[in-house]
Nanobody
Framework: QVQPVESGGGLVQAGGSLRLSCAAS????????MAWFRQAPGKEREFVSA????????YYADSVKGRFTISRVNSKNTVWLQMNSLKPEDTAVYYC???????????????WGQGTQVTVSS
């Protein structure tokens, strides 16, 4: 069992960068796939990026491909989301999630953080 805790959100101008961190408690972190999802006001939660337990496989939503990079270091129980060239449409609450398989689907992830707000001004 792991408990993700996100940090690193904030307010940034369009074109800027932010790096989100997700620190997950629990000794079994390395056994979990990790993912980032986001939810904007009035919209459904959507997939952003995922990384396999080993870090060998990564996946991105088309809307962030080439701008966002997901990475992890299992010895630090941490996964990051580097976000570059941010756009106002990236504004959302970003959630970190842990699950048994690497997936783009929210229901496959068992453990969720509380979320961190990212606001991109135009």
């Amino acid at each position: 069992q792991v408990q993700p805790v996100e940090s690193g959100g904030g307010l940034v101008q369009a074109g800027g960068s932010l790096r989100l961190s997700c620190a997950a408690s629990g000794r079994t972190f390395s056994g979990y796939a990790m993912a980032w999802f986001r939810q904007a006001p009035g919209k459904e939660r959507e997939f952003v990026s995922a990384i396999s337990w080993s870090g060998d496989n990564t996946y991105y939503a088309d809307s962030v491909k080439g701008r966002f990079t997901i990475s992890r270091v299992n010895s630090k129980n941490t996964v990051w989301l580097q976000m570059n060239s941010l756009k106002p449409e990236d504004t959302a609450v970003y959630y970190c999630a842990a699950g048994g398989i690497t997936s783009r689907t929210a229901y496959t992830y068992d453990y969720w953080g509380q979320g961190t707000q990212v606001t991109v001004s135009s």
